[in-house]
């Protein structure tokens, strides 16, 4: 059975467990809709069982089921699943070519090289580099430059970098 129907059936199961209480937010994963519940004001009791989100996925044999009951845990899932895709994706590549650094998706920075002085530095005081977020020395994620948060705080735009052209080195030429 190939992976899409595996998740089709397992969103499927995940929708006939949650009931339908109305409103709430509906998502469509692979044609199956399901209803994320709205937070109600019921009984104290079922406040502790309220999750934001819950789901379940089968892939290869294996059930995953995701249960965050807040956006800190939604964010956590996230960042382990971020960890998980870039030693995946370096994995999959030959010895040879596996860099150990790179990006998640095109998108999510990540290095798990030894981090160097010089990496530490550039990720977090870069007064050439005019972003806010640069990309981290080591882990997955961005970091904060330290040199250009004066500038973001306090209001004012990007500097402006002067660039000189270039003049090749004069030569003596003797006679």
Known sequence: ???PTKLTRSVTRLEQRIPSRGGGLRLSLFDSPMTLPQP???AEGSNRDR???SVELELAGMAVELKARNLGGLLAWLSVNAVLAAVIQQLARPRQFRTWHGRVAGLIPYDFRKPTF???LDALWAPHNPRLFTD???GVGWSVNLAQLPRILSGRGPRAVTRRPYEPPKVEATA
């Open 1 to 3: 059975m190939d992976i």
């Open 40 to 42: 109600s004001a019921r």
């Open 51 to 53: 999750k934001l989100l």
């Open 118 to 120: 010089r990496r530490v």
């Open 136 to 138: 981290t020395a080591f």
